[in-house]
């Protein structure tokens, strides 16, 4: 094989439920981008114990329908729960034996767990944490970003050409529209699910797998959400949270906040976004006070369109607003709300 190879993960539950996660489909869509890009195949591999069920579920529909050349089970008793060893060892063997081009990653905590060392049986580094991919005179860029955000990066292979020996790079999450994966599935056909068993002993794993990390439960997923409006500190005090929701409201949209907000209690900590947040990836941002520090602009830059709206025509959130507002939010945002419910009556 010579391509792209994207190494999937999923979530399987004790009641036989299956789920994907969002970075994973995103990652799928920058591997199915950069082998458009070089015209070469695209695969992608999944890692566990019996697989055949996981893979046919409805969660993995966009996995399967996305037209990719293989679909793989790297399937054996002891990939069943995680390790750092099971999961470097049986994926050196998968890709010894395809020789991809290119491995994609989700930038997942797993994935910083054993990838690098996945990447130095190779000789390689891992790109980590890539937020675009664009081609030059035939080969790939990476970009990455440096010091939160405030400076971006390009690593290019050292070599003068493609080589066989692989390029491994994790995508950050919200870099790539998952969505853009139904494009490509429009004319589609399913691969075949193909097996493959890597050569795996009880010793060559070190350490005991424990149960899985279960974050606390979340009452919103912001990263589920196509609208939303948010928060930041020049909406002055708490009392002033109820303006913003009730636009939020009158759009149907969930309610979001920088940093600030949530620190002092104003929202709950769920609702922030942020490099200490959430990362969200809306059809529509609108952002309300905030100033647009780098640590809250990483959490939403993967919004598709972003409105502003802000006091200080100097504030960085207007670079990177699709429409941007500079005015009082106290006057703007109680007529902007009562035109949307207006419309909507109407």
Not at 97 to 113: I, K
Not at 140 to 148: D, G
Not at 183 to 197: C, D, K, L, M, R
Request: hydrophobic share 50%; with cysteine.
């Amino acid at each position: 094989m010579s391509g792209v190879l994207v190494i999937l993960e999923h979530r399987a539950f004790a009641q036989g439920s299956v789920t994907v996660p969002r970075v994973t489909l995103e990652a799928l869509a920058a591997g199915v981008h950069l082998a458009q890009q070089l015209a070469i195949p695209c695969s992608a591999a999944l890692i566990g114990d019996g697989l055949n069920d996981v893979l046919a579920s409805p969660a993995f529909g966009p996995v399967r329908n996305v037209g990719l050349a293989q679909l793989l089970a790297v399937e054996h008793e002891l990939l069943a729960s995680y390790t750092a060893d099971g999961f470097s060892i049986a994926l050196h063997q998968l890709i010894a034996s395809l020789a991809p081009e290119f491995v994609v990653f989700p930038h997942t905590y797993q994935v910083r767990d054993y990838a690098p060392a996945l990447a130095a049986r190779f000789g390689q580094s891992l790109v980590s944490d890539a937020i675009a991919i664009r081609i030059e005179s035939g080969l790939p860029v990476f970009v990455r970003q440096l010091f939160q955000g405030r400076l971006n990066a390009d690593y290019r292979m050292a070599a003068s050409s493609r080589t066989p020996v692989p390029t491994f790079v994790s995508i950050q999450a919200g870099a790539f529209r998952a969505e853009s994966l139904d494009a490509a599935a429009a004319s589609a056909q399913p691969p075949q699910i193909e097996a493959f068993t890597p050569k795996l002993t009880s010793a060559q794993i070190r350490t005991v797998p424990a149960a899985p990390f279960r974050e606390s439960s979340r009452s919103v997923d912001l990263t589920t959400a196509s609208v939303i409006v948010a928060a930041g500190r020049g909406i002055g005090e708490q009392a002033n949270v109820a303006l913003i929701q009730s636009l939020a409201e009158a759009l149907g949209a969930e309610m979001a906040a920088s940093r600030p907000i949530c620190d002092a209690g104003w929202l709950p900590m769920e609702r922030q976004v942020g490099s200490s947040g959430q990362t969200v990836t809306p059809k529509l941002y609108l952002a309300i006070g905030i100033s647009g520090a780098i640590q809250h602009l990483v959490g939403m830059k993967g919004s598709k369109t972003v409105i502003a709206i802000n006091r200080d025509p100097s504030a960085p959130i207007f670079e990177i607003a699709d429409y941007g507002v500079a005015g009082d939010l106290f006057e703007i945002v109680p007529a902007l709300t009562e035109a949307i419910l207006t419309t909507k009556a109407q």
